[in-house]
């Protein structure tokens, strides 16, 4: 399996990664270079093999259904780029 | 699945004869609980932006889910009375897209194995048959914050206090054959999650949305390509938009046209259904394990314990009421519909020892409560007649204090005033009467004043009976005991 | 002042209990020391005054007899630990000016056990990298320069470098680290330092960045196992925050440190010899294994089939992982925003700008794999391995105590090199990755000097939680190897 050029501008926007066209050749290569790297697993036998779920075997634990967190809208906007008040604000988007 | 298709199965007309239309729902239910899915921040509506966020909300770098159990049993619980396979291990995956109001760029959410499996939902139709549409799944995931775009002429705004509050998705199977019934089985639905508490079912705040999938075809083909119409909020609005869509599909198939699977949205003002291709490429989420939970593991003796707690279900309370009050599918059926107004009709019939015929209840309910609260504009919840002076009502009529008139007059009092029954019938000295000698009396009144008819009646014209009981009735002032009446008049018309 | 630095955790701790030393001595001069060490890079950011109020606060605690397990003892952070008012960057542009309102599980329980912090230590981007070569804030460097070519800035690893540096280098006492794939084993390898990776789960992840959710664990970077023990006593615990974290108990591990290795069994894989492997490495790993011998252990030959395959699955699964962590990364709630015209084009703007090459070539590999019609020839196929792999050490435990390997296939490399071949960096991590698959704690010794005079350290493996027994055979290690050597920039010191 070998990727293309455009294949990896597609990968990029899925990413949302703007690759500027200089870059992308070199990204082509370097990403072909790993997934040939990765591609002896296909020689592993894994027909009747489990995916692991967890390393440790334990379940999902659950807590108790309380209000414990939140109420502090300051700390939530504290590091944003463009607060509008109590808010985040983003480029318009439309509908 | 049986299906027993009423008598006329619903078919929308074409140039090349009658199609049906085939649909499929995906509701979303926002979770009954204190706080959010994955972190301990309030589930409130209504609350000042960003104030309902924990940093588990806003994607803080290094912050992390931790499921809330209250989630969880709402989840077994809705698997439970859609009589549904609950699974003993399910697993949370990761939804990835990017969007301005899903801050960790992906959505928890389950995809391959989800918390409950197939189910069934019983739908009462009109002829108080009953058809059963199947349920594929439901799963839990988080819901997503808000986008608000009419704040700034550039900007949107975000508010996350959404963003994490759990939601359930219920996936029916594509046995929907008509807007009606698509209709009948959302209230079915929301009937089931509003009587064991798992989702207030309100559609106007959003807590409820659905997600419709609609497809055409002539009966006995297969399946045809299905669109689906997204997040439409609200009955009316999802009958619309599948009447609109139905169309919309026929005529680009009868034009020899062919349908694209795709997202559509409703135009709740044009009443019509759009394509939302335009906004971006074909998404691809790239679904996988998220590896900041583990395998949700439920132990049997919880599942069991749930159900144990589960309250009598829509189905089983109509049932019920058929078998042991007698009542019409019909008038069972509208009376659990709601677990409130099937609470309040057996308190009415459980009360006066035994002795109010719940029949006569039923009606009571359902044609004088119902329609004085529909004139009113009121719920029941803030029914100005309560359960219990209902039922004293009925009892003041069950034993002959009041006559069945009387009684429709004092009920109006009632639902005007609030005060009960009995004050109202002393007060206004509503009695009826039932001294033979009163009657009598007013009897001989009226047969000696209409000498002439007393004469057409004997002579054969029976049909005058009802102006004899009318006219001592009306001297009565309507007290008079009817059967009384009927009894004094007939000895002496006949003497 | 010198003598001060040369005290180890340990003795520092008994110094300061004994009032030898006051902890504003002590952190004054760790502080002096990061300044003179500047051109190691080892810090992103130094938090000297608030190391200095630390310092104080631990001092009067001491005076009353008072005090926790570290009390007073300064340390530094891997910049990937959120840390509460304290510019948090995880070593990438996108989190320029990210001041955390909160602080990391792990970061708070060791403040909480009287520990100073000096500051934030450099790192590969998003711990991705084994060279710390990847980090926006410049490579940090290796203390240590090869005897024939002291003129050739080395690496001190990845991607917990400039913890490996800094705690070489006496530029602070200890430090944490944390490791996907290898990222505090292999610096401390080339470090000549002890780094220790816990089982998965002993460490809370809460208020750590995360690159690979299902990998990442925390750890201590420190010049002893029994500074190590000390320090991952603090760090380690249950945390409700954190689903994955383990609600085991972890036993004392500084009570049975010096037991020795009488009577264990430990293990060789055959499969750790690589085609290629220097002989030096060999030589290290032969030498390890007659030590253990030596001291009374029983060397048993094992087989872990499946860890020819650890690399490739790494190489899956960290980056589809981290493809995912890495998408809140998007300039609308924290760092980096670079403004376009709609949202998609800002997203791609910040995170074009704000990624650096290593961080966008996982994330588009992770995306890759995990997209639809490859989901299962990678990701799944992957997750399948990993059980084959896990399975391979669970075997392993039926017939051993613990396993000793070669941390990494050499010593520091020069800065600068393998950067243009992203496979052959890679294989950096042949060594470390299997026990990281698999969940097992594991920790670095440095046990001896490569021809060209750097320092080689070798690896033990042990069984799920089994941390008691990774650090006993450790420090058997220690003991045998009697590791000395210093790098040359510390004559004088």
């Known amino acids: 399996m070998s990727l293309d050029k455009a294949t990896v501008a597609s990968i990029a926007t899925l990413a949302r990664l703007r690759v500027p066209d200089d870059r992308l050749e070199p990204m082509v290569a370097d990403l072909n270079a790993i997934l040939g790297f990765v591609e002896q697993l296909e020689q592993v036998d894994t027909a009747s093999v489990e995916p692991l779920a967890s390393v440790t075997g334990h379940s999902l634990p659950q807590r108790e259904d309380a209000v414990t967190d939140g109420g502090y809208p300051d700390r939530v906007t504290a590091n944003a780029p463009d607060p509008a008040g109590s808010f985040y604000a983003v480029p318009k988007v439309v509908e | ?495 | 002042m010198a003598g001060i630095l040369d005290l180890d955790l340990v003795g520092a701790r008994d110094a300061l209990r004994a009032g030898d030393i006051t902890s504003s001595e002590l952190t004054a001069a760790y502080l002096a020391r990061i300044e003179a060490t500047k051109d190691l890079n080892a810090y992103i950011t130094v938090t000297a005054d608030r190391a200095m109020a630390m310092a104080e606060a631990s001092d009067a605690r001491l005076a009353k007899g008072e005090g926790g397990a570290l009390e007073g003892l300064p340390i530094a952070v891997k910049d990937l630990f959120c840390t509460e008012g304290v510019l948090t960057t995880a070593a990438s542009h996108i989190l320029d000016g990210f001041k955390p309102t909160y602080e990391s599980t792990v970061t708070a329980k060791l403040w909480d056990a009287g520990a100073v912090m000096l500051g934030k230590t450099n790192m590969d981007e998003f711990a991705m990298g084994s060279s710390n070569g990847s980090s926006y804030y410049g490579p940090a460097v290796n203390p240590w320069r090869a005897a024939q070519d002291a003129g050739t800035r080395l690496v001190p690893g990845g991607s917990s470098g400039g913890s490996a540096a800094a705690v070489s280098g006496r530029a602070a006492l200890a430090a944490t680290g944390t490791d996907t794939g290898g990222s505090i084993r292999q610096p401390a390898s080339y470090t000549g330092i002890v780094g220790v990776k816990p089982s998965y789960g002993r460490c809370s992840r809460w208020g750590i960045v995360a690159f690979a959710s299902s990998l990442d664990q925390a750890g201590p970077m420190a010049r002893t196992v029994g500074d190590a023990a000390v320090m991952l006593s603090a760090m380690a615990g249950h945390d409700p925050r954190d689903s994955t974290s383990a609600p085991e108990a972890m036993p004392d591990l500084t009570a049975g440190l010096e037991q020795g290795v009488k009577g264990l069994r430990i293990g060789i894989p055959a499969e750790y010899k690589v085609d290629g492997m220097p002989s030096e490495i060999e030589a290290i790993w032969a030498q390890g294994i007659a030590w253990l011998r030596d001291a009374g252990a029983e060397i048993v030959d094992i087989s872990l089939p499946h860890t020819r395959y650890a690399l490739a699955t790494y190489y899956i699964l960290a980056p589809a992982e981290a493809s995912s962590n890495l998408a809140r990364y998007d300039g609308v709630r924290y760092g980096l925003r670079v403004d376009g015209d709609s949202l998609a084009e800002m997203y791609a703007n910040t995170r074009g700008a704000g990624f650096g090459a290593e961080v966008q070539r996982r994330i588009l590999i992770g995306t890759y794999v995990l997209s639809a019609g490859y989901y299962d020839a990678y990701y799944r196929k992957a997750q399948r391995v990993r059980t084959l792999i896990r399975r391979d050490f669970d075997e392993a435990f039926g017939q051993v105590d613990a396993i000793l390997a070669p941390t990494a296939p050499s010593d520091a490399f020069a800065v600068g090199a393998n950067e243009d071949d992203p496979v052959k960096m890679y294989l950096n991590d042949v060594f470390t990755v299997p026990a990281s698959l698999a969940g097992l704690p594991g920790a670095s010794v440095p046990a001896g000097l490569s021809a060209r005079g750097l320092p080689l350290g070798l690896q033990v493996l042990g069984r799920m939680f089994d941390e008691p027994m990774v650090l006993r055979v450790a420090r058997a290690l220690e003991k045998a190897a009697a590791f000395t050597a210093r790098p040359a920039m510390l004559e004088g010191v």
């Not at chain 2, 906004?279 to 593991?297: S, T």
């Not at chain 2, 020892?353 to 009121?378: C, H, Q, Y």
Request: proline letters at 4%; a negative charge; hydrophobic letters at 35%.
């Open chain 2, 1 to 495: 699945m049986a299906e027993s298709h009423t008598a006329q199965p619903y078919r929308i007309q074409g140039e090349t004869g009658a199609w049906e239309v085939v649909i499929g729902l995906e509701v979303h239910a926002q979770v009954v609980s204190r706080s959010k899915l994955f972190s301990g921040a309030s589930t409130a509506f209504g609350a000042e932006p960003n104030s309902q966020v924990s940093l588990v909300d806003a994607a803080m770098p290094g912050m992390l889910p931790v499921i809330n159990r209250e989630c969880v049993d709402q989840a077994v619980r809705t698997g439970l009375a859609l009589e549904a396979q609950v699974n003993e291990v399910s697993v949370f995956d990761r939804k990835n897209y990017f969007y301005a109001d899903l801050p960790q760029g992906y959505q928890i959410s389950q995809y391959q194995q989800p918390i409950v499996g197939e189910g069934v939902v019983h739908l009462d139709l009109e002829d108080g048959r009953t058809r059963a549409v199947g349920i594929e799944r439901l799963h839990l995931e988080q819901d997503a914050g808000k986008s608000l775009h009419d704040q700034h002429p550039s900007k949107s705004y975000i508010d996350l206090n959404r963003s994490g509050v759990a939601l359930m998705e219920i996936v029916s199977k594509p046995d929907l054959r008509s807007p009606e019934e698509t209709a009948a089985y959302i209230k079915k639905l929301r009937s089931i999650l509003r009587y064991i508490g798992t989702c207030d079912g309100n559609m106007q705040e959003g807590s409820m949305r659905c997600d419709v999938n609609v497809s055409v075809r002539k009966p006995g083909d297969g399946l045809g390509t299905r669109c689906e119409i997204k997040n439409v909020n609200s009955i009316r609005f999802v009958q619309q938009a599948i009447e609109y869509e139905a169309r919309r599909q026929i005529e680009i198939l009868e034009s020899g046209g062919s349908i694209d699977q795709e997202t559509r949205l409703f135009d709740a003002n044009r009443g019509e259904t759009r394509s939302m291709r335009s906004k971006e490429e074909a998404h691809d989420y790239r679904y996988f394990p998220d590896p900041d939970l583990l395998p949700l593991v439920l132990d049997p003796a919880r599942i069991a314990e749930l159900r144990a707690a589960l309250p009598e279900l829509p189905d089983a309370r109509k049932a019920r009421f058929i078998g042991e009050y007698g009542l019409s599918p019909y008038d069972a059926a509208t009376l659990t519909e709601e677990r409130a107004t099937a609470d309040w009709y057996e308190q009415v019939v459980r009360g006066g020892d035994g002795k109010r015929d719940p029949k006569i209840a039923a009606n009571w309910v359902t044609s004088e409560l119902f329609g004085a609260l529909n004139k009113a504009g009121l719920d029941l919840a803030d029914s100005p007649v309560s359960a219990d002076a209902l039922g004293g009502l009925m009892d003041l009529l069950g034993d002959g204090t009041i006559s069945g008139r009387i009684a429709k007059d004092v009920f109006a009092e009632m639902f005007e005033s609030g005060k009960d029954a009995a004050a109202i019938v002393e007060e206004k000295g509503l009695r009826q009467v039932s001294d033979t000698g009163a009657i009598e009396a007013i009897v001989d009144a009226v047969l000696a004043e209409n000498q002439d008819k007393v004469a057409e009646y004997r002579s054969g014209k029976d049909k005058l009976f009802g102006f004899f009981v009318g006219q001592t009735m009306k001297r009565s002032g309507g007290k008079a005991n009817p059967g009384m009446v009927n009894e004094l008049l007939k000895a002496k018309l006949a003497g």
